[in-house]
């Protein structure tokens, strides 16, 4: 059982087609594995077994007459308790929503579905997404499997721990400021942001702003590829759609040897506090993008002019969240009812300011990246924190990757050396908007080196 939740997704979606591995089978191994670790790590909200096990019947049974689902057959994949699950209670961390079932699938979970994926749970989100501490009235904390005195991050810290553990082969999260790629980079798995409408977000309860998005996570780069050729794709009630020509991802597992162009790297970017051994592990970078062929640079993103408007993008989410979902306040967390009280004290000037900063550094962004193809920096600035530190009151700096969403830019956290306490350290990579393909295929590349 151990031996198959130990697989690739890819290898295991493999075994399946060539009908070596059953989806009962599969799915029997990761219900094991999620008993052995389930209790220590807390990575689900809810779990549906019942419900998995009658999926994975009717895949076999197709199976057995040479038909399969799609590129997912069989493959047991966590969601994040902030999208809505046809018959699969969803919360969004909230105690105003602990028995709400939806009676739909959001747009990307029916994709999933539609290719085969066998939905186990849904996996621990801070109340509605809104902090950097996996923690909720609801399920409690997550913890992280390789240590489980720290800290998954967040806001998909079920969803990476889930990954971690062996208790899912694919995960998806959402991304409004690092919540796929910081719990990605302290789990040791990967965690992707993609070019805004790549993956259609819907409902959306900001259907005119690209800032929060969904995103596949996995164990590796191949996987996330697999996942993200689902999931990806136009729809039209998305007023924010992708609207271009869809990223070719299918050849992208075998990356040429040697590529050509320009990298920036920084290890202590927009000024932000890097721990040593983090920095010590992501300098290593440089070495390894020279030796496939790149030319690196000492440089990053204009980004650091957005770090004074993060409290006016973070209240904004919280009252579009609110007004949308309509949440009983006297049930709301602390982290929560903080920004949306703040958000309220905002003035009309403070939203014109940070439109105008967001206008001109897009302007300075799309200047960076005519000199570089990738920027790459450190995911996290430091080491994963106390588990048991309490939400609301969490003072890691997190400007490392709350900046890319308010320009929209594909960016992916990638497993990369450890820091000082044996925890992993990741590797984050960005790219101009909508070279989603081409950031993958270099991820790729340097996992491949990693991986030897």
Known sequence: MTDITALTAGDMADKL????????EVLAAHKAQTGAREATVNAFVTLDWDAAEERAAELDAMAARGEFAGPLHGLPVAIKDCFETKGLRTTWGSKSFENHVPDYDALHVARLRNAGAVITGKSNTPEFTLSGQTTNLVAGTTRNPLNPQKSVAGSSGGAAAALAAGMAALADGSDLGGSTRTPAAWCGVVGMRPTSGLIPYGPNPAPFDGLSVPGPMARNVRDLVLMLEVMQGNAACQPLGFWQSLPRLGGLEDPPARQTGRVALSLSPFGASVEPSVQAAIAQAETLCRGLGWQTAEDAPPLEPLMAHQDVIRGQCALQIRAALQPDMALAGESFRTACAQAEGRSLAELIAYQATRARVWAEVCAFFERYDFALWPTATGMPFSADLRDGVITEDWRTVTLTPPMELPSISI??????????????????????????????????????
Not at 17 to 24: C, F, I, Y
Not at 428 to 443: C, M, S, V
């Open 17 to 24: 087609r060539s009908r070596e591995l059953s989806a009962r």
């Open 415 to 452: 497993p990369f050396g450890q820091s000082a306490d044996g925890m992993p350290a990741g590797l984050h990579i960005t790219g101009p908007k909508g070279t989603d393909a081409r950031l993958l295929q270099f991820a790729r590349s340097i996992e491949r080196v990693l991986q030897g």
